[in-house]
């Protein structure tokens, strides 16, 4: 059973940093893309970043909204992904989900990931 699980969410000021987790289990962690997305009430879900690597060679995707400001990694050993969250804003305020693609494709809409996160939320106050 694939489980994805976030942490690290909390309540910033504008201009503060944060450091959201998503451990995963159930899934062999190098054979599918891993991205996140965030979602305010009454809107759709955002793509935000996502990545993607086979052996040496990893591929990177960011949104316009976050570029130059967040940063994806992962961490095989410890079958996680990060997402750094630096200069935050008030309208980065939104409850942050993790996904897994059943594939390596970078991509930036929600249906093509099949797993998902509880999701943890992140107030930037300003």
């Known amino acids: 059973q694939v489980r994805l699980v976030e942490s690290g969410g909390g309540l910033v000021q504008a201009g503060g940093s944060l450091r959201l987790s998503c451990l995963a289990s159930?899934?062999?962690?190098?054979?599918?893309?891993k991205a996140w997305f965030r979602q305010v009430p009454g809107k759709e879900r955002e793509f935000v970043a996502a990545?993607?690597?086979?052996?040496?060679?990893?591929?990177?995707a960011y949104a316009d909204s976050v570029k130059g400001r967040f940063t994806i990694s992962r961490d095989t050993a410890k079958n996680t992904v990060y997402l750094q969250m630096n200069s935050l804003k008030p309208n980065d305020t939104a409850a942050y989900y993790c996904?897994?693609?059943?594939?390596?494709?970078?991509?930036?809409?929600?249906?093509?990931?099949?797993?998902w996160g509880q999701g943890t939320q992140v107030t930037v106050s300003s």
């Open positions: 996904a897994a693609s059943p594939t390596r494709a970078l991509a930036r809409a929600p249906y093509d990931y099949r797993y």
């Open positions: 159930g899934l062999t962690f190098s054979s599918s893309a």
């Open positions: 990545v993607s690597w086979s052996g040496a060679s990893t591929a990177y």
